[in-house]
C-alpha cells in the first residue's frame, strides 16, 4: 500500500557528476512489494508538483531505501542541498516494478543507461538471492558521471560503455549486446527512451521488461498525465506509467 | 455545533468541500487513502461520447506556484464510464457530480443525456472550458452565444441539475455567467484553468507537448477570487468555486467571495491526502472567523 511520511534522511553524498545517493529511515520500505517501484518526493512544500525517484536499494527490516539522483533541475538541485537529519515528504512505494516472482530467468542481463541505472541495483542483489545470474550493461556519458559499477561487480560481471570512450567501452550500451548473445534468456532494461526502444529492438526475440521514465502528475494513477500507447488492438489502449508501470512487459506499449 | 452541510440544487452536501474533476479520476486511486464518503461530494473526470487517447506526452510541466497540463479530455468514453466507473462509486454515500464535455452541441447532449440517468450521478457540470481540446471546449465557453445554446440543449436532455462550469480565459466574465443563467443553467463552478506555456530552455520548445496547456494552482487563485466575487454580485446561481484551493483560509475566501462550495484540484497531486485534511480542519477554521455554519459564510465579503 502506498503511504505518505516524513522520512529521516540518514545519509546523503555525492557518488558521480551531479549524482547522489540519499538513504531514508521510516515505515515506508515495509510496503515494498518489487524492485523497480518509486517514491514520489515533495521537495518543497512550495512545489505543485511531486519528483518520482526510483527506489535503487531497500532493507526493509531496517526501515531504510536508497535513492540515486541526478540534478536535472531545480528540484533535484533543492534535494541536494537537504542534509542527514533533515526530513523529506514522500509518498510512495509508487507503481508495478519488475514481478520477478512470477519471471522463470536462470541467467538475467541488466541493461541500463544513466539515471536509469538505480533501479536495477536493488534487482540485481534480488535475482542474485533467488539463484539467478546477474550479467550488467551500464552506459553513461563520460568517465565522470559513472557510479555503481563496483557494487554491480559484486553481484556479476559488468561491461560499462561511456559516449566518448572516456571510461570503459566507447559508445553506446547496444554496441555490446551482440557479444552477449546467448550469454542471458532474460532481460531488464532502465533508461532514456530511445535507449529502451534500441535496446529491445536488438533483443528481439527475448523476454524483456522495460522500465519507463515520464514526467509525472499526481503518482497515483489519477490524472492520466503519464499514459503511453499500447499496441493496436489492446482493449484499454494505453497503460498509466505511475500505476500500471513503471516497468512493462516488451510489446506491451509502445516506446 | 457547527453546520458544515448544505443543499445545493441536486446535492444536498455534508460538507462544502470536493475534488476538482479531473484531479481525482473516478475516485478508485483516493479511496485507498481514506473514506470517499467523507467528501462534500465527487466530481469526476470529464466524458465524451467516445473513447478518447487524449495528447501526446509531456502532459504536465510545473509552473511558479501552479502548474500546466493538457491531458486532452483522456477517458473511456461515457458508456464505459457508466459501466465501468460508476458502480464502484455508487458504494460511497456522496454525491457524485459528472463532468460532460463533447465537440459538438449533439455529443454533449448525448453523453447528459446518456450519464444523467444514472442513479449515482446527481448533478452535471458542463464542461464549456477545457483549453486542451482542438475541438469544443472553450470555444463554447468563449463565446455567449454558443454556451447559452450548449445550456439550453443540455439541459433539454439532462434529467438532473446542471452547473455550467466557465472559462477564465475571457473579458467579461459576468457576462459568460448571465448567459449561462438565462439559459437554465442550475448553478455554475468556476474557474477552469487559465491558458499557458512554458519553454524549454535547452530544446527552444515548449515542454508540453500539447504546447499550450492550463495553467492550475495557487497561482490563479486571486483571478477566481475576483470572478467569482464579480459574478455573486450580478448572478443569482449556486457557484462551485475553485482555483488554487490549499488551505482552510482559501476555502473560506472563496465562501465569502460569493462561492456555496469548493472543489480542490491540483492540491490533489501534491498531497492525496488534502481533501480528508482540509474537511477535518474546516470546523475549527470556521469557529476562527466567527460562524457555525456554512451557508452563513457565502458571500460574507458583500454584506
Same mark, same amino acid.
Given at each position: ?255 | ?51 478518447? %487517447? ?53 455529443? %454533449? ?119 467569482? %466575487? ?74
Amino acid at each position: 500500500m502506498m503511504i505518505r511520511e516524513e522520512m529521516e534522511i540518514i545519509s546523503h553524498e555525492r557518488i558521480a557528476e551531479d549524482t547522489y545517493r540519499m538513504v531514508l529511515l521510516g515505515d515506508l520500505p515495509a510496503e515494498i512489494k518489487q524492485p523497480g517501484q518509486f517514491v514520489h518526493i515533495l521537495i518543497d512544500q512550495s512545489d505543485s508538483l511531486r519528483r518520482p525517484i526510483s527506489i535503487a536499494d531497500a532493507d526493509p527490516a531496517k526501515g531504510t531505501l536508497t535513492i540515486l539522483y541526478k540534478i536535472l533541475g531545480k528540484g533535484t538541485a533543492a534535494l541536494s542541498k537537504m542534509q542527514s537529519g533533515d526530513h523529506l515528504d514522500v509518498l510512495g512505494p509508487g507503481g508495478n516494478g519488475f514481478l520477478i516472482d512470477s519471471i522463470s530467468a536462470e541467467r538475467a542481463l541488466l541493461v541500463g543507461g544513466g539515471i536509469g541505472v538505480p533501479p536495477l541495483y536493488y534487482l540485481a542483489r534480488q535475482l542474485k538471492e533467488k539463484g539467478i545470474e546477474v550479467t550488467t550493461v551500464l552506459g553513461f556519458q563520460h568517465e565522470a558521471s559513472v557510479f555503481f559499477e563496483e557494487e554491480f561487480r559484486e553481484l556479476g560481471e559488468v561491461f560499462v560503455t561511456t559516449n566518448d570512450g572516456s571510461y570503459g567501452n566507447k559508445g553506446f550500451v547496444t554496441d555490446i549486446l551482440p557479444d552477449l548473445d546467448g550469454r542471458f534468456d532474460t532481460y531488464f532494461s532502465c533508461g532514456p527512451a530511445v535507449m529502451l526502444k534500441a535496446v529491445s529492438e536488438k533483443l528481439d526475440g527475448y523476454e524483456g521488461y522495460l522500465s519507463i521514465e515520464e514526467r509525472l502528475g499526481c503518482g497515483v494513477g489519477a490524472c492520466f498525465a503519464c499514459v503511453v500507447q499500447a499496441p493496436e488492438g489492446d482493449a484499454k489502449g494505453y497503460r498509466k506509467i505511475c500505476h500500471d508501470g513503471p516497468v512493462f512487459r516488451t510489446g506491451e506499449v509502445i516506446l | 455545533m457547527t453546520k458544515l452541510n448544505l443543499s445545493l440544487p441536486g446535492l444536498d452536501l455534508k460538507n462544502p468541500i470536493m475534488p476538482a474533476s479531473g484531479c481525482f479520476g473516478f475516485g478508485k486511486e483516493f479511496s485507498e487513502f481514506y473514506d470517499l464518503s467523507e467528501l462534500g461530494a465527487i466530481i469526476i473526470k470529464a466524458a465524451t461520447g467516445e473513447t478518447r %487517447y487524449g495528447n501526446p506526452t509531456p502532459r504536465v510541466a510545473e509552473t511558479s506556484a501552479g502548474m500546466l497540463n493538457a491531458i486532452g479530455l483522456q477517458n473511456p468514453g461515457v458508456d464505459r464510464i457508466i459501466s465501468d466507473e460508476l458502480p464502484y462509486l455508487s458504494n460511497y454515500d456522496t454525491p457524485v457530480i459528472a463532468n460532460v464535455a463533447g465537440s459538438t452541441v449533439e455529443e %454533449y447532449v448525448e453523453v447528459a443525456e446518456k450519464i444523467s440517468q444514472s442513479s449515482t450521478i446527481k448533478a452535471l457540470e458542463l464542461n464549456i472550458s477545457c483549453p486542451n481540446v482542438k475541438e469544443g471546449g472553450v470555444q463554447f465557453g468563449t463565446d455567449a452565444a454558443l454556451a447559452a445554446e450548449v445550456t439550453r440543449q443540455v439541459k433539454q436532455a439532462s434529467e438532473v441539475p446542471v452547473y455550467v462550469k466557465l472559462s477564465p480565459n475571457v473579458t467579461d466574465i459576468v457576462g459568460m455567467a448571465k448567459a449561462v443563467e438565462k439559459a437554465g443553467a442550475d448553478g455554475l463552478s468556476m474557474i477552469n484553468t487559465l491558458t499557458g506555456m512554458r519553454l524549454d530552455l535547452q530544446r527552444r520548445k515548449p515542454i508540453i507537448a500539447n504546447q499550450t496547456g492550463g495553467l492550475s494552482g495557487p497561482a490563479i487563485k486571486p483571478i477566481a477570487i475576483r470572478m467569482i %466575487y464579480q459574478v455573486y454580485q450580478e448572478v443569482d446561481l449556486p457557484i462551485i468555486g475553485m482555483g488554487g484551493i490549499e488551505t482552510v483560509d482559501d476555502i473560506i475566501e472563496f465562501l465569502f467571495a460569493g462561492a456555496s462550495a469548493v472543489a480542490v484540484g491540483s492540491a490533489n497531486f501534491k498531497n492525496p491526502f488534502i481533501c480528508k485534511e482540509l474537511i477535518d480542519q474546516f470546523p475549527e477554521a470556521m469557529e476562527r472567523y466567527g460562524f457555525d455554519q456554512v451557508e452563513e459564510m457565502i458571500g460574507g465579503a458583500h454584506r
